[in-house]
């Protein structure tokens, strides 16, 4: 057979395949590196301008990339030309394009031009900021970006801002805080034969809330869902009578998580109201602003999170609705030394000079290692300014409201939940049958929208029934993308009802 390490035993030394003598050890060479490089930047320049182009969701099947694939690496080195073609011909025509303009499903994500460009040289410096020591400039640069998406929320002084990968480490992370706080016992022993403890949330609270609940020791049963109102908002009372409830019977409360910005229906819970319940009973206020944070940079919106500057901890994502690419997830700590207390272990290769003059990022969270996430973030603030976040969160705020205007005046549509951000939840209302046949038409009608490529969108349960998802987030969408959408569901509902007619 005429394998390569065949060819190589009979081959002379210059034309062996693969395995030029000066690639023996080593990297990449210099010169190699700079032409891939501008080819790559070329690629990623053409990309970021002609998505919109491409079809959203690919069509592709389960198992389909894995196929072209081989089963095992290659024994020898490869060309990069080699591996990047089949970077471009089998992998990108896989992938549903979360940078697309008419991507519209879960929560609408953009990688920005500078984010982008802060991303890349993150990749080439490889810091890792798990000390001052270990990456001065990025330890303290998180200080300086974290400081300043605080002042342009609007939010207190007394909040101290760490980057993580993700909400669901956040939102952990403050519910450990809040473990510290409220059982100073268990930091030494452990919760065994504390009493038991409980972190609410509304039913429509992010599941993040309740994995990092049981990820705490506080079990399955340290949970508690509260009810929401026919707005999808935490029941506010319902919240004060379970805390009660919970006290009398000797269940301590641990942590309140309200929600800015759902999942489902990006409904904001009364955060101000929920905050004074959850201070009546002692307990931690969590503010899950993942999604709906950014709206805080918009004076108009800024009142939706009245209250959270009283949290004790807030989580937001400057990768979801904030032009960041993933992962970039702001925890802002108003009791910053309770975090600490909860992950501080310094082991002996990691003690400094420094130490106690700087903050040391390992000590906020499980991770030691950590990327050098501030740097995109910076580049993104200061490439778009306060002023343009403005006009590009208010704008998006517009043409969902504008969409959500067009679904209520069209006849067998409903818009099932209040519109506050970019998102609108809304579903098509057959005339005849009954809600099955309804939620299985509202299926049939996303899959032929995402079928189609014009758009992506994603659907959720509401009130039981299926509602389908518009999340408008990526920095490119313009009104065109929107009504394109719009006019791919109504021509996917004509369908449904003239099946004979339909496309
Ligand atoms: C997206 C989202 C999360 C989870 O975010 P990750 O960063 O993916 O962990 C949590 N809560 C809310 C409200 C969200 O919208």
New binding site residues.
Partial sequence: MLTPEWLNRILPDDHRLNAPADRSVGDLPAEEFLRLAHETAEWMAEYLASVGERAVFPNTDPGDIRRRLPASAPELGEAMDDVLADFREVIVPGLNHWNHPAFFG??SVSASGPGVLGEMLAAVLNVNAMTWRSSPAATELEDVVTDWLRQIMGLPEDFEGVIN???????MYALAAARELRYPEAHQGGLFGCPPGRVYASDQ?????EKGVMALGFGRDGFRAIGSDSEFRMDVEALRAAMRADVDAGVRPIAVVA?????STASLDPIHEIGQVAREFGAWLHV?????GPAAIVPEFRPLLRGWEQADSI?V?P??WLFTP??C?VLYCRRPAELVRAFSIVPEYLTAPDEGVTRNLMDYGVSLGRRFRSLKLWFVLRYFGRQGLIDRLREHVRLATDFAGWVRAAPHWEVVAPVHLGTVVYRFVPELGNGESADAANHRILERVNASGDAFLTHTRVGGRIALRLAIGNVKTSRAHVEGAWSALRAAAEAEVHPASGA
């Fill in positions: 879960y929560f990968d993700t909400a669901s480490s956040s939102t609270a992010h599941s993040s809330v929600t800015a910005g759902t999942t899950d602003a993942a999604y709906g989580v994502n990768h979801k993933i992962d997830s």
